[in-house]
């Protein structure tokens, strides 16, 4: 009977390569050592996943984003401190009378890894491209009527209506990067790049992408030779790598780690609050998520504090609307204190029948979200809704996101300044990433009007009350407001981590 | 053909059934028989006794657990065990011995019903492409190798894709992955027992086919099925631990070995317990199934038989 033992092995060889297969899904080179990047001076980050792709205008992937942060430049760029806009590609700008038209004035003896010079052709041809091609970023120019190039060193930025964060939309980050003129006929950017930041963009493969230091950079040549990124999936194969000196640097780092590396004498760590946010929301067109009742009653349910310190280790604020603390547009505003028994009597007032089923998409793609949600869900079962917990892989997760199939998910958002952008997209009447189906006029109203209001006092008003209703409709449940987290080398000069997390290695020091 | 050589044929008339066998039997009914003499197999009988606690604890989670699996108590997170946590707590602060324990009823159930579903399934299909040959065989054995061509865990992801995460989908892709394993040890199996002597004897005098598959093909061809059984439940478990690890299996909070697993992985370095004790429990319920399956072999090979009983007096 040898040939029936023979069967299960076949089918546990399988298995076990199966297994290993779709365990390490995004590629882990444990292989390090001395570092593919070259001479001494170069230094070697390691980050959590492989960008998708290298082309700064269609890609919305961060991964991708901490590469071309260091190899683009933008025309203004967020001050590493307070997120406000300070020159970059553009010396300095002028905005007319009526608000309608900024004028950029250009800097002098830039150029591009090529060796071609910079000029305002470069500036229309890049905003042209996400313009007329439609591409991810596009709706950060929908104010926009005319880009024109008087000059070389002139570029004029005409609006259809007054645009107040005009500086925020084209220099927030990396995604309005300006290429040279035909550089999407010339090159096949999403593998290749031209641009005019502080490092050529060498080689990327499985393993990790290679960059190298541009010595006629505008800004003077970094000090590094160059910088390898290394892809390390596991956090704690990242921290193991850091530990032992085969990277100078990660943002892979788990919270939980946070108080064990707080002693630690060979990781300098440090953490800033962050413009992220994370938060869940129900779907408008299921009942009884309909029902205002309904969601201020899972608003009261759940304790903010208790999912921030679960899910993040207290490395976050707690926050019940979406602007971070350290931002001049925060609003105080916290209506929800958890009271399971006000909860308990709006879900009777809105005649639900409990107990109530409750589907929650998450993504292992970010585990904090399968920790939150199971948080989340023990305490809502005390009010009598069952929470699902699904866990998806995050296509999967989007996809239904996109098609509007579920009852509730939770994600975050990343990487936002002003609060237009916190805001608008998500909660304006059938805005483009409104997926929860949330209509309110005067909402609607509040936003157009925040959007066009230039007075900066003003405008943090109407996107106060802004705020208050897409609170108080619980159109988003607010949750909290991450920190960021990143460890390098003690000894590493000249980074400095930014609440954006931009990772910029233009200055950076090696020990 | 799939290239399993045949098994070795019963040495000799062997229905479980009372009453059917017109020769002479020993006085102590066959299961009985190998009841005792798997007893006299030390690590089978171990891996049996094991076993046996293991699927008692699953039977009785709640009853045994010391609270509630998904009591989330984040102040008392990453305990390591003490007294009132024996298997320390996660973090969540949930305790991981009433998970481990819980993680048994959902790993053993999910097991148990895949593996009985394949055995149906599988028996079912490889008794008839066995017994009637010909264009019967050649169509459920070729659909059988289209099966049997894709990787076990691909081909569960597949099912998981399509029907969506959960326990049940769970049992229902590992069933699926398994039923050509069961079809063609059954095949072979039937294939010798077909020609036996007592079954051409009973087919001429007129026995039905029914009657022949129920009462001589099926009862004489189990000894190697019953194998198979007891080892792919340690696949079974095995393959839900994976797909919970995957995340495509049991999902959270509800704890399962293979999600708890992946749970315990970030926490390695600092809490080595939220790993260890769902690691140990796979180890053990697998190596048990494993050692009760050789175990098994031994004592329902025939050949092996004789010498063991021999040996024995």
């Known amino acids: 009977m040898r040939s029936n033992r023979l069967l299960p092995l076949l089918a546990a060889g399988a298995l076990v390569l199966g297994a290993c297969g779709g365990g390490g899904e995004s590629v882990d080179t444990g292989a390090g050592g001395g570092g593919s990047g070259g001479g001494g001076n170069t230094l070697v980050a390691a980050v959590s996943a492989q960008p998708d792709q290298f082309d700064p205008h269609v890609t919305t992937a961060y991964p991708s984003f901490q590469v071309l942060e260091n190899v683009y430049d933008t025309l203004v760029v967020p001050n590493a401190e307070d997120l406000t806009m300070e020159p970059s590609l553009a010396e300095s700008w002028e905005t007319s009378e009526d608000q309608l038209t900024w004028t950029f004035a250009l800097r002098d003896g830039v150029t591009f890894h090529d060796g071609s010079t910079f000029d305002s052709a470069d500036v229309v041809y890049s905003y042209r491209r996400i313009i007329d091609e439609q591409l991810s970023n596009?709706?950060?120019?929908?104010?926009?009527?005319?880009?024109?190039?008087?000059?070389?060193?002139?570029?004029?930025?005409?609006?259809?209506?007054?645009?107040?964060?005009?500086?925020?939309?084209?220099?927030?980050?990396?995604?309005?990067?300006?290429?040279?003129?035909?550089?999407?006929?010339?090159?096949?950017?999403?593998?290749?790049?031209?641009?005019?930041?502080?490092?050529?963009?060498?080689?990327?493969?499985?393993?990790?992408?290679?960059?190298?230091?541009?010595?006629?950079?505008?800004?003077?040549?970094?000090?590094?030779?160059?910088?390898?990124?290394?892809?390390?999936?596991?956090?704690?194969?990242?921290?193991?790598?850091?530990?032992?000196?085969?990277?100078?640097?990660?943002?892979?780092?788990?919270?939980?780690?946070?108080?064990?590396?707080?002693?630690?004498?060979?990781?300098?760590?440090?953490?800033?609050?962050?413009?992220?946010?994370?938060?869940?929301?129900?779907?408008?067109?299921?009942?009884?998520?309909?029902?205002?009742?309904?969601?201020?009653?899972?608003?009261?349910?759940?304790?903010?504090?208790?999912?921030?310190?679960?899910?993040?280790?207290?490395?976050?604020?707690?926050?019940?609307?979406?602007?971070?603390?350290?931002?001049?547009?925060?609003?105080d505003y916290a209506p929800f204190q958890p009271d399971p028994d006000q909860a308990r009597q709006l879900l009777q007032q809105a005649g639900v029948q409990t107990p109530l089923t409750m589907g929650l998409m998450v993504t292992d793609q970010f585990p904090e979200t399968v920790t939150a949600a199971q948080v989340i869900a023990s305490q809502l079962e005390p009010i009598g809704i069952t929470v699902e917990i699904e866990t998806l892989d995050l296509a999967t997760w989007l996809d239904r996101q996109g098609a509007g199939d579920f009852d509730a998910f939770m994600l975050g958002w990343l990487g936002n300044l002003d609060p237009a952008a916190y805001y608008q997209e998500q909660h304006q009447t059938d805005g483009p990433n409104n997926y929860q189906g949330y209509s309110n006029p005067q909402v609607d109203q509040l936003l157009q009007a925040g959007a066009t209001e230039t007075d900066q006092d003003a405008r943090k008003q109407i996107y106060d009350q802004a705020a208050q209703i897409i609170v108080d409709d619980v159109s988003y449940l607010y949750l909290y407001n991450p920190d960021v987290v990143q460890a390098w080398a003690p000894g590493l000069a000249g980074y400095q981590i930014r609440a954006d997390k931009a990772i910029n290695f233009e200055s950076v020091e090696l020990p | 053909m799939t290239g399993a050589p045949l098994p070795e044929p019963a040495v000799s008339p062997t229905a479980t059934e009372a009453g059917v066998s017109s020769t002479a039997r020993p006085p102590r009914p066959r299961w009985r028989q190998t009841l005792g003499l798997l007893a006299r197999n030390p690590t089978a009988a171990v891996a049996a006794t094991v076993l046996l606690l293991i699927v008692l604890v699953a039977v009785f989670d709640e009853a045994i657990a010391p609270t509630g699996p998904n009591e989330i108590a984040v102040q008392d997170r990453l305990q390591p065990p003490s007294l009132a946590h024996p298997f320390g707590t996660d973090d969540l602060g949930r305790d991981i011995l009433s998970r481990v324990v819980l993680g048994a009823a959902v790993s053993l159930r999910v097991g148990f019903l895949a593996v009985a579903f394949a055995l149906v399934v599988g028996a079912l299909i490889g008794l008839l492409a066995g017994y009637y040959g010909r264009w019967v065989d050649d169509v459920l054995m070729r659909l059988m190798d289209i099966l049997f061509a894709f990787p076990a865990v691909l081909l569960a992801i597949a099912v998981l894709a399509v029907r969506g995460p959960g326990a049940g989908n769970t049992a229902l892709a590992i069933g699926i992955v398994y039923i050509p394993v069961f079809a063609r040890v059954t095949r072979a199996s039937v294939l010798g027992v077909r020609e036996e002597v007592y079954v051409r004897a009973s087919r001429s005098v007129g026995a039905s086919d029914l009657r022949l598959l129920t009462r001589h093909v099926l009862p004489n061809a189990a000894p190697p099925i019953i194998v198979q059984t007891s080892i792919s439940l340690a696949f079974a478990v095995l393959a839900e631990a994976a797909l919970s690890f995957l995340g495509l299996g049991t999902q959270p909070p509800n704890p399962s070995w293979g999600l708890m697993l992946a749970e315990g992985r970030g926490f390695i370095d600092l809490a080595w317990w939220l790993a260890f004790f769902p690691g140990m429990a796979i180890f053990l319920t697998v190596l048990c199934f494993n050692l009760l399956g050789d175990g098994l072999r031994d004592v329902l090979d025939p050949r092996q038989r004789t010498l063991m009983a021999g040996s024995g007096r």
């Open chain 1, 138 to 331: 596009s709706t950060r120019f929908q104010n926009v009527a005319a880009v024109e190039a008087p000059d070389p060193q002139t570029v004029v930025i005409r609006l259809s209506q007054p645009t107040p964060n005009l500086l925020e939309r084209i220099g927030a980050f990396k995604g309005m990067a300006i290429l040279p003129e035909n550089a999407a006929e010339d090159l096949d950017l999403t593998t290749e790049a031209n641009g005019t930041g502080p490092f050529r963009l060498e080689s990327s493969d499985a393993s990790g992408t290679v960059l190298s230091a541009y010595e006629d950079h505008w800004g003077g040549a970094p000090s590094v030779e160059g910088v390898e990124f290394r892809y390390i999936t596991e956090p704690a194969a990242a921290l193991t790598a850091l530990q032992n000196g085969e990277v100078q640097w990660t943002d892979n780092v788990p919270p939980q780690q946070i108080e064990s590396l707080q002693g630690d004498d060979i990781v300098e760590l440090q953490t800033t609050p962050s413009v992220d946010y994370w938060y869940l929301s129900m779907n408008y067109a299921r009942a009884p998520f309909d029902n205002r009742d309904v969601r201020r009653a899972i608003s009261y349910a759940v304790d903010r504090e208790a999912v921030a310190e679960a899910a993040r280790f207290g490395a976050a604020q707690p926050n019940q609307t979406a602007i971070p603390e350290d931002s001049f547009f925060y609003f």
